[in-house]
Structure formats: structure tokens, C-alpha cells
């Protein structure tokens, strides 16, 4: 039982905190969705340890495009699924390239480990990054697609900063400033 309450304070200080903390600066939703997108197919990555740095990479070279601390808080979030997305990424890319099926045994893990990868385990590497590229613009689009809207209602719920002039007002909204006008 300690070990669920020390992962419950870690969940809220790691993921739930930063979040309501980005939803409460008031970001626009569509940055936010394309940055979770990004955060989330790069945190896909099927090559442990490299999605910080590909993340980091992404984030200097789209600058503003990207709201860098969604990027890397949904890089985390995606961190247990890149690990069960590896064997699939590796068969689709075996699957798209034609290429041999790789068995996974625990001497292929243990060649890998020890720095004695044959010409068959780096393969695998490559089928399973063939994979993820395949798959990563549709992975893209889902969760963009998925997360707008989200985005939308969470930054106007938990949003304490005054509308921006790129969001659009309610209706209800528009007719106070109406009334406002008349006054």
C-alpha cells in the first residue's frame, strides 16, 4: 500500500501538476494539441533513452511552434506505451519491408545487453524504427484529432488568464460586450 501512495505523489508532482499548470497559463488549444501529439509520437520512439533528446531536438527547431512543456510531459506519459508498442512497431516493420520475422528469445536480449548484436538484432532495430515511421503520422493525427477538443475545454475551464483576441468568445460572452457597448 505505500508503494500506491508513493506512486499517486509522484503521478500528481510529475504529471497532474505540470498539466494545471499549463492549462492555467491559458495556452491556446491548438498549440497544446500539436505539442501533446508531438510529445506523445516521439515518446513512441521504439529506441529506449532517445526520446528526451529527439524531444529536445524537436523543441529547438519548431521554437514557438511548440509549447515545449507539454511536449516533454506527454513524452513521459507515452513512456509504459513505447515499451508495449516495441515487438509491434518491430513486426509491422518486418511486415512492411518483407523482411525475415526476428524470434525473440532471451539470447537475442542478452547479445543485445552484452554489446554482441548480430547482423539479425540490428535488423530488428531497423524493422522496428521502419515501423514507427510508417505508423507515427497516423499516430500524429490521431491524437491531435483526439486532444483538440480536450484541450479546448480544459484551457477554458482551468484557464485563469482573460480570452486572447485569437479565441473566440461564447455567445453568451458576445452579447455581454454587446450590452457593454450600448450602455
Same mark, same amino acid.
Given at each position: ?5 508513493? *506512486? ?7 504529471? #497532474?501538476?505540470?498539466? /494545471? ?13 500539436? %505539442? ?6 516521439? $515518446?513512441?520512439?521504439?529506441?529506449? $533513452? ?6 529536445? !531536438?524537436?523543441?529547438?527547431?519548431? $521554437? ?25 512497431? *518491430?513486426?509491422? $516493420?518486418?511486415? #512492411? %519491408? ?24 540490428? /535488423? ?5 524504427? *521502419?515501423?514507427?515511421? #510508417? ?12 486532444? !483538440? ?5 480544459? #484551457? ?12 473566440? *468568445? %461564447? ?13
Amino acid at each position: 500500500m505505500a508503494n500506491i501512495g508513493l *506512486l499517486t505523489i509522484w503521478l500528481n508532482k510529475k504529471i #497532474v501538476e505540470p498539466l /494545471l499548470e499549463i492549462l492555467r497559463k491559458g495556452a491556446e488549444p491548438k498549440l497544446l494539441a500539436f %505539442s501533446a501529439a508531438l510529445g506523445f509520437t516521439i $515518446g513512441l520512439f521504439p529506441i529506449c $533513452g532517445t526520446t528526451v533528446i529527439i524531444c529536445g !531536438l524537436a523543441i529547438a527547431s519548431l $521554437g514557438s511552434h511548440c509549447h515545449a512543456p507539454t511536449v516533454m510531459v506527454i513524452n513521459l506519459i507515452a513512456t509504459p506505451i513505447e515499451l508495449s508498442l516495441m515487438v509491434p512497431f *518491430l513486426r509491422f $516493420g518486418e511486415y #512492411v %519491408s518483407g523482411g525475415p520475422h526476428f524470434p525473440l528469445t532471451s539470447d537475442a536480449l542478452k547479445k543485445v545487453l552484452t554489446l554482441q548484436a548480430s547482423h539479425e538484432v540490428l /535488423l530488428s532495430i531497423a524493422h522496428a524504427l *521502419l515501423g514507427w515511421l #510508417v505508423a507515427a503520422p497516423f499516430i500524429f493525427a490521431a491524437v491531435y484529432i483526439l486532444s !483538440l477538443p480536450l484541450f479546448k475545454v480544459l #484551457v477554458h475551464k482551468f484557464s485563469t488568464r482573460p480570452l486572447s483576441p485569437k479565441r473566440s *468568445l %461564447s455567445p453568451t460572452e458576445g452579447r455581454l460586450k454587446d450590452d457593454e457597448k450600448e450602455i
